[in-house]
Every structure is written in structure tokens, then in C-alpha cells.
């Protein structure tokens, strides 16, 4: 039985239990969000002891050789010492702004304290003085002022109750990441892209169509975002603009209920998707947003032809 050493206590693991479970049923107050593997929220360090190869997924190299690891998906074979994450992984910065883009949509401003290195489509994990950690996509450009977010609001939920509700201006945070590789690369500039997000999986798409236009991407970009009804839609009039300046740029607003909104489309996104895009050999592909949905279209995309290789996607999980 492997037994955890963290914060000057020792605790033991229950056979097949990860380290994450363990310190969470004794009480520790670990930060965590998915509990997948897949955001990155609860990352730790080993100090002693050896981790099994599928306890660093996702991690940058340099986080993998200095013993970075998700305790949510290690369940070590021998002893571990493990220790909160240091300032050589977080930046600190500060909530600089909050406003709604829709009902249910936040757009929040953060101000780095320190260099954040990014590409514009990953994903961050913010972290509150209280310790919770949440996953949020980056909808702004790297050389941009400030870090822009698109929150959802969730029913009782804790992170984007505290933004909407909790005075955050002001508030300083902790930024873990960037994680993920939903970005452009520049490269292949003529190929034809689609990006599909549903809700606040917009924000990251927000970014990478802006970062291919400015690099000067030849190739057609189509950008279709869904939501369940058109108050769900946000930006729609930049997204319009943006598309009117960009010939090569069309943007389709989706939504599942509601009939005769002008230049919206009805249907579920993955059948109007499918309809209106059958033939993909070739494209490059980003989907963004419920898991569900990401799914099905990633699924429906390499069916109509794109390769697995260049279709990239993030699945917003929820907390666990
Ligand atoms: C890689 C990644 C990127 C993400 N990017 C974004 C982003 O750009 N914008 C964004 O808004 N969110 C994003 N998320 C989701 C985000 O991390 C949080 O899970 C979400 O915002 C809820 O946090 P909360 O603290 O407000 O609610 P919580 O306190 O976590 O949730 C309250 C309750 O609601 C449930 N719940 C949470 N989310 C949902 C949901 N979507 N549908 C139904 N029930 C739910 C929880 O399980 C819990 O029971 C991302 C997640 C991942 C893994």
C-alpha cells in the first residue's frame, strides 16, 4: 500500500486509489477541478519518490522533468512526497474587469503580474486565494493587454458565482498553464479551416480566427457557433463585422430552439454541420465546448473527410 507524504503528514492510499482521492478523503484541501487528467487544476510535484508514466498527461517537458504531476490520474506503486505547485508554475495577476456578454456570459479581464507566455486558443487553470482552481479557455490575442475569459454562469456554481457576485475587481488570482493544443500554427496557409463551438466555446475560437487573419491565412475560415436559443449567442455583431472585413471569414450563428432570428440558423450544431460541410479532405478542424457536442462533431468532421491528425478540440468538463 503507497502511502503520501504532503504538508508534514503521511496518509495511506487504498489499493487502486489515486493520490488526489487519497489526500481528499483525509480532509486535504487539494485544489482539483475535472478529476480526469484533462485540465491540470490539481498539478503537484513529486519531491521523493518514482510516478508512473501516465501521471504527467498533457504536461509541458520542462513541468515533466521538474516532477510535475496530476495526482487526480496517479496511483503510485510506492511511496510518494508530494507538495503544492511553486511560482515556477503559477503567474499571479488580478481580475481587471467584469461585464456581461450575454445573460449567462461573463467576459473577464485579468492583468498578468508576470511574463504568461500563450498561444491564443489554449487554456488556463485560474486559481482563487481560497484555492479553487477552474479550466478557462483564452479568447484574447498573446500581445493584447489583458488575459480575456468567457465565464459561463452556472447554477450555484462556485468559481463563476464569486466572479459575478463576489467583488472580484481587484481580487489577485494565480494562473496555472497554458495547457492544451487548440491553437493555430502558422503554416499550410491556404487550407480551408472550420472551427464549431457551442456556448462559452466560442472564447477560444474568439482567438484563434483572429490569430489566422492577422497571420495572414489564405484558406476559407468558417466559424459557426451554437447555443440553445439566440439570447445565447454573444458577439454576434463583432463576429458580423469581423466576417464583413474578411471576405475570406464566414460566420454562422446556430441555434438549437427558436425559429425566424434573421441570419440565424435552427437545428442541432452537429446535423446543420454536417449538412452544410460534407466534404472536409483536406480542412483543418477546431471544435470547442460541451463534451458531448465536441464528441459528436470531431466524430462527424473525420466522416466527412478531415483527418483525426488535424482536427484539434477542448472539452469543457465540468468540476468533478
Ligand atoms: C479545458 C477546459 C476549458 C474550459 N474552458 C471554459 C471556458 O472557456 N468558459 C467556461 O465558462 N467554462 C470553461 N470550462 C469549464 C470550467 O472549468 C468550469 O467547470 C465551469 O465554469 C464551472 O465552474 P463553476 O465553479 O462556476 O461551477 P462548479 O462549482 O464547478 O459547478 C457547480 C455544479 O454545476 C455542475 N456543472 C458545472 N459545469 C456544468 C455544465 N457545463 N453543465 C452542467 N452542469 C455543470 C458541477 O458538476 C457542479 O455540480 C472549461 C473546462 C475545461 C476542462
Redesign the pocket.
Known sequence: MATIHHGGQKYELQPGESVLDGLLRNGVAAAH??KSG??GSCMMRVLEGELPSSSQPGLKDSWKAQGYFLPCVCVPNGDLTACEVGSDARVPARVTSVDYLSADVLRVGLRCEAPFEFQAGQ?LTVISQKGLA????IASLPDESSIE????L?P??????WLSKGSPLGAQVQLQGPS?ECFYVPGRSEQAMLLVGTG?GL?PLYGIVREALRSGHSGDIHLVHGALRPAGLYLRAELAALAAAYPKLSYTPVVLNGEGESGVVTGSIDAVVAEKFSSLAGWRGFVCGDPGIVRSLKKKLFLAGMPMRDIYS?A????A
Open positions: 477541478a475535472c484533462s485540465c487554456y477552474r479550466s478557462y479557455s475569459l468567457h465565464v459561463r452556472i450555484n456554481g462556485r468559481m463563476s458565482g492544451g462559452t472564447a477542448d469543457f468538463l465540468p468540476s
